[in-house]
């Protein structure tokens, strides 16, 4: 099955399950099995094994869905997985395929979501998917771990109804040596430091720019987004504007500058604005400004102010478009009276014509 384009979540915080599942024309592997013998997959026992490539649990699956043909490209900011999933049980396995990303120490960079998968049992069926992966990110990682759940692609400890599929990022399997895929693990504000933050206008292109730089304080790997709040005045606790402004992951000590186009509702805005904050945590604008991430505060710098307003020919302010505030002063177009009676003279009420 060929899918669309996964854009990527703006967080790892829990996203909701996607209930539409891809059905597959199926291959008939094997006989039924009675389904009161055996948990399937994607059916969770009581029970909860450690996983042997990694830390934390998974979802204990007697007849867990199994990986095949595995092979991944990356072009860009595009990663594409193809896949073959058999399902060796009776109950058809449904969910959801994740890829997680993971760096040369076994820490997760990035958990995605690649799609929706359902496999009837005793069949197979192959999947291409694509997710969009940050080119700095995929730069990092070492090894990727495929697997499917019922539950979400970002918790923190996977709970898999297939198995966890271990691979070089080609998709060939890894060598014995690799360290073990490591699970979720949060970031902290305090993990990451802000500095060099610089705000410019491109006139010509229309766009307005932010550059800073951030590093990693901690002693392990720390992911995170920016979110840039602009207020009109220095003590107004509402902003008028807010925008992702970047996404990153650090080794411990690690550092990275970050340029990124700021996109407001309305750009007018920026007349209005004397103060911006740039907050960095591991759900960026998810996550609300407060006492523990206050984020960077830092005066509007000079020059910058909305898009000039376009004026015609005859000096006449031109309306924009894409503009849902403009409104069109168009004058009254003169209108012939209307007849109520239906005859040829027009109707009128005075007491010249009526008589009263």
């Not at 040369?104 to 998917?129: C, N």
């Not at 992951?249 to 007349?271: A, Y």
């Amino acid at each position: 099955m060929i899918r669309s384009d996964k854009r990527r979540g703006p967080t790892l915080a829990v996203l909701a399950l996607a209930c539409a599942a891809v059905w597959g024309t199926g291959c008939k592997k094997e006989e039924a099995v009675a389904p009161a013998v055996v948990v399937d997959a994607g059916v969770v026992a009581a029970a909860a094994v450690p996983d042997a490539g990694a830390e934390g649990v998974v979802a204990k699956v007697s007849r867990p869905l199994r990986f095949s043909d595995v092979k991944l490209a990356h072009d860009g900011e595009r990663v594409s997985v193809t896949y073959t999933l058999t399902n060796p049980g009776t109950v058809q396995g449904r969910g959801d395929a994740c890829l997680w990303l993971h760096d040369d120490r076994g820490a997760v960079i990035e958990a995605l979501r690649l799609g929706a998968i359902s496999v009837k049992g005793g069949t197979f069926d192959t999947f291409e998917d694509r997710a969009l992966v940050t080119a700095a990110f995929w730069k990092q990682t070492r090894s990727v771990r495929l697997f499917t759940t019922n539950k979400y692609c970002q918790q923190r400890s996977p709970e898999a109804s297939s198995e966890l599929a271990h691979l070089l990022p080609t998709g060939r399997p890894v060598p014995e040596v690799f360290p073990r895929p490591r699970d979720l693990e949060t970031s902290q504000p305090a993990d990451f430091e802000v500095s060099n933050v610089r705000l410019r206008h491109d006139v010509a292109a229309g766009d307005y720019l932010i550059t800073y730089t951030v590093k990693n304080l901690g002693g392990r790997r720390a992911s995170g987004m920016a979110c840039l709040r602009a207020y009109a005045d220095d003590g107004c606790s509402c902003h008028l504007e807010e925008s992702s402004v970047g996404d990153f992951s650090l080794p411990p000590g690690g550092s990275e500058t970050v340029t990124d186009t700021i996109l407001f509702n309305k750009d007018q805005h920026w007349n209005q604005v004397k103060v911006l904050r740039l907050a960095l945590s591991e759900s960026g604008c998810a996550d609300d400004v407060d006492e523990v991430n206050p984020g960077f505060k830092f005066d509007k710098p000079e020059g910058i102010q909305g898009p000039a307003e376009a004026v015609d020919a005859d000096g006449e302010v031109e309306l924009d478009p894409d503009n849902n505030d403009a409104v069109v002063d168009v004058p009254d177009e003169p209108q012939d009276p209307v007849d109520d009676h239906g005859g040829d003279e027009p109707y009128s009420d005075s007491p010249e014509d009526t008589g009263h």
